[in-house]
């Protein structure tokens, strides 16, 4: 059939071995992904994904949230610790549930199939598709800037652009695992240089004593709840990310090790820039100055760097690339994992047989991506991302305390004290409703609808598994003409 039924192997809710097999070749060949992510590649994946766009363009939202330099950071500091907290009970799931999908497969394992599809389905449709197109198209704007010198870049032109990247990247992430984690390693350690530059400079200036814009750090903070859940929203944008690693756990060598070490690792350095790195455009600006400023890396090197300013549109689009490639690679894995559990057609649960990538699911992202860039009407959707993500986080994460506290008997190999993932939840049932109380907003009632318009689909599809006959057919020619086959679970 083209939807496969839901595997009954579950740890939580079964007696079965928990990892079963789709074999090939009459039983005598298993075909699995690889276990291609190594601990230098996890701490890639994770800040690699965060470093975007969001710490070169927008810290200026934040204090204009805020309304101080003083507040803005510690909103900086907030948002690390609270991603920080978040990963840390990521990773205990991680270990309890050693299969790839992140919240999809927590979701499903803890609360059943349907919200595990609500979630799949929000999150392959538009979701991960929109926030990639968002970067891609962030890129294009850098990467053309200097072809276009005192004019905005064509439209026209910025799409095309962002159209090449996805499908770079689709070629990159399809042909090889280790292919895509060496741009991805390559591309962070580029995005990090760049940072380290920004913190370097303003150690200088600050050595110099350029500190007025400190002076009277906390003077007009605003204090309103809504105001404040809206500046951790942009705050938390440029942390997205802290959790991809979770999608690809049955790819990572020793996961039980790898999953918590890389968190540990790469959130706390990420932050530790983010800090340093807004305290060197304050150093750089004055509050004013940041405020005005379109992109706030580039007026920076304007300021600093002189005549070498033209480094600063390079490393964003070096920077907002290597995140594209991340979001990618983890992404598809998502479409990959629930067509695998029959959430999806079974086509999209494939790998292709030499080079062991779940190509149909990548192809099948790279696809929404370019129909997202061509249409442009997202924009609206990305700024209400944070809604639908901590809405999803929340649930993962009560997941957690429901396992901590109902069945401690699981092994697990990593334990995060039970306060932490309190405090994540509490932060997200906060990040969720205090801009609807504060400020209510029709696009949240659209996003609502979409996650539940899902059911149309789950319960024919799903439920009572209806399939048309025509997609037998259509799944077989694909098969033979993507040269791909079903894959098995890796029992880690």
């Given at each position: 059939s083209?939807?496969r039924?839901?595997?009954t192997t579950?740890?939580l809710h079964?007696?079965d071995?928990?990892?079963?097999s789709?074999d090939?070749?009459e039983?005598?060949?298993k075909?699995?992904?690889k276990?291609?992510?190594?601990?230098?590649?996890?701490?890639s994946?994770?800040a690699g994904?965060?470093i975007g766009s969001?710490i070169?363009?927008?810290?200026?939202w934040?204090l204009h949230?805020m309304g101080?330099?003083?507040s803005?950071?510690l909103i900086w500091?907030?948002?690390?610790?609270?991603?920080m907290?978040?990963a840390l009970?990521?990773a205990e799931?991680?270990t309890i549930?050693?299969?790839s999908?992140g919240?999809?497969?927590?979701?499903?394992?803890?609360?059943?199939?349907?919200?595990?599809?609500?979630f799949?389905y929000t999150?392959?449709?538009l979701?991960?598709?929109a926030g990639?197109a968002?970067?891609?198209?962030?890129?294009?704007?850098?990467?053309?800037?200097?072809f276009?010198?005192?004019?905005?870049?064509?439209?026209?032109?910025?799409?095309?652009?962002?159209a090449?990247c996805?499908?770079?990247?689709?070629?990159?992430?399809?042909?090889?695992?280790?292919l895509?984690?060496s741009?991805?390693n390559i591309?962070?350690a580029a995005?990090l240089?760049?940072?380290?530059v920004?913190?370097?400079?303003?150690?200088?200036l600050?050595?110099?004593?350029?500190t007025?814009s400190?002076?009277n750090?906390?003077q007009?903070?605003t204090?309103g709840?809504?105001t404040?859940?809206?500046a951790?929203?942009?705050?938390?944008w440029?942390?997205d990310g802290?959790?991809?690693?979770?999608?690809v756990?049955?790819?990572?060598?020793?996961?039980?090790?790898?999953?918590?070490?890389?968190?540990?690792?790469?959130?706390?350095?990420?932050?530790c820039?983010?800090?340093?790195?807004?305290?060197?455009?304050?150093a750089?600006?004055t509050p004013?100055?940041l405020l005005?400023?379109?992109?706030?890396a580039?007026t920076w090197?304007?300021?600093?760097?002189?005549?070498?300013?033209?480094?600063?549109?390079l490393?964003?689009?070096?920077?907002t690339f290597?995140s594209?490639?991340?979001?990618f690679?983890?992404?598809?894995?998502?479409?990959?994992i629930?067509?695998?559990?029959?959430?999806?057609?079974?086509?999209?649960?494939?790998a292709?047989v030499r080079c062991?990538?779940?190509?149909?699911a990548?192809?099948?992202?790279?696809a929404?991506?370019?129909?997202?860039?061509i249409?442009?009407?997202?924009?609206?959707?990305?700024?209400?991302?944070?809604?639908?993500?901590?809405?999803?986080?929340?649930?993962?994460?009560?997941?957690?305390?429901?396992l901590?506290?109902?069945k401690?008997?699981?092994?697990?190999?990593?334990?995060?004290?039970?306060?932490?993932p309190?405090?994540?939840?509490?932060?997200a049932?906060y990040?969720?409703?205090a801009?609807?109380?504060?400020?209510?907003?029709?696009?949240?009632?659209?996003i609502?609808l979409?996650?539940?318009s899902?059911?149309i689909f789950y319960?024919?599809l799903?439920?009572f598994?209806?399939?048309?006959r025509?997609?037998q057919?259509v799944?077989?020619?694909?098969?033979l003409?993507?040269?791909v086959?079903?894959?098995t679970?890796?029992?880690?």
């Open positions: 083209t939807m039924e839901r595997k579950d740890p079964s007696t071995p928990p990892h079963s789709t090939l070749s039983g005598k060949e075909l699995r992904l276990q291609e992510v190594g601990l230098i590649s996890g701490v994946l994770i994904t965060m969001g070169f363009m927008s810290p200026e934040v949230h101080n330099p003083a803005s950071l500091a907030a948002c690390g610790l609270l991603a907290f978040g009970s990521y799931l991680g549930i050693k299969e999908g919240e999809y497969i927590y979701i499903l394992r803890i609360f059943g199939s349907f919200p595990a599809f609500l799949a999150s392959v449709i979701v991960r598709p990639l968002a970067v891609c198209l962030s890129f294009a704007e850098y990467a053309i800037a200097p276009y010198p005192g004019c905005s870049s064509p439209q026209v032109a910025i799409k095309c652009t962002a090449a996805i499908l770079i990247l689709t070629i990159v992430n399809c042909l090889n695992v280790r895509a984690t741009v991805m591309f962070t995005k240089l760049a940072l380290f920004i913190v370097v400079g303003g150690l200088v600050l050595a110099k004593g350029q007025q400190f002076q750090g906390f007009g903070t204090a709840i809504g404040v859940g809206v951790f929203y942009q705050g938390l440029s942390y802290w959790n991809n690693l979770n999608y756990t049955e790819e990572l060598k020793k996961p039980e090790v790898t999953l918590p070490r890389a968190v540990m690792i790469a959130i706390p350095l990420v932050t820039l983010y800090l340093l790195v807004n305290v060197s455009y304050l750089a600006m004013s100055e005005s400023s379109g992109a706030v580039v090197g304007d300021k600093v760097l002189g005549s070498w300013a033209w480094l600063m549109s490393s964003v689009a070096l920077s290597g594209s490639n991340g979001t690679f983890s992404g598809g894995r998502v479409c990959y629930a067509a695998r559990e029959g959430h999806m057609p079974d086509i999209l649960s494939m292709h062991l990538t779940p190509s149909p990548l192809l099948f992202t790279s929404m991506s370019l129909i997202m860039i249409s442009g009407n997202f924009t609206s959707i990305v700024n209400f991302f944070s809604f639908m993500a901590w809405f999803f986080y929340g649930m993962t994460i009560s997941g957690l305390l429901y901590k506290i109902k401690p008997e699981l092994p697990r190999s990593y334990k995060v004290p039970i306060i932490i309190i405090i994540v939840l509490m932060a049932v990040l969720v409703l801009p609807i109380i504060d400020q209510p907003q029709i696009e949240i009632l659209y609502v979409f996650i539940f899902g059911i319960f024919p799903v439920r598994k209806y399939h048309p025509f997609l057919t799944t077989l020619h694909l098969q003409l993507l040269e086959a079903p894959t679970r890796d029992a880690n």
